[in-house]
C-alpha cells in the first residue's frame, strides 16, 4: 500500500498553520516558510493576506 503526502495545518502553529503545514509538506524548515510569505505577501500589494485566509479556510486539520 502507498500512502500519500497531504497537505494538511501544522501543528506548529504561529497563526492557523498554514505555512507550517506548507513546510511540512515540501520538507521544509518553518521559519522560512514564514519570512517568504510575509515578504510575498509584502511586495504584492498585500493579496498574500487574501491568500491565507483562503488557505485557512480550505486546508484540513492533520489526522489524528
Known amino acids: 500500500m502507498t500512502t500519500h503526502k ?3 495545518k501544522s501543528g506548529n502553529r504561529m497563526l492557523a498553520g498554514v505555512c507550517g503545514g506548507i ?5 521544509w524548515d518553518p521559519t522560512w516558510v514564514r519570512i517568504g ?4 505577501t509584502f511586495f504584492t500589494l498585500f493579496s498574500g493576506g487574501f491568500v491565507y485566509i483562503l488557505l ?3 486546508m ?5
Open 56 to 58: 485557512w479556510i480550505i
Open 6 to 8: 497531504r497537505l494538511t
Open 23 to 27: 513546510a511540512e509538506y515540501f520538507g
Open 37 to 40: 510569505y510575509v515578504l510575498l
Open 60 to 64: 484540513p486539520e492533520p489526522r489524528r
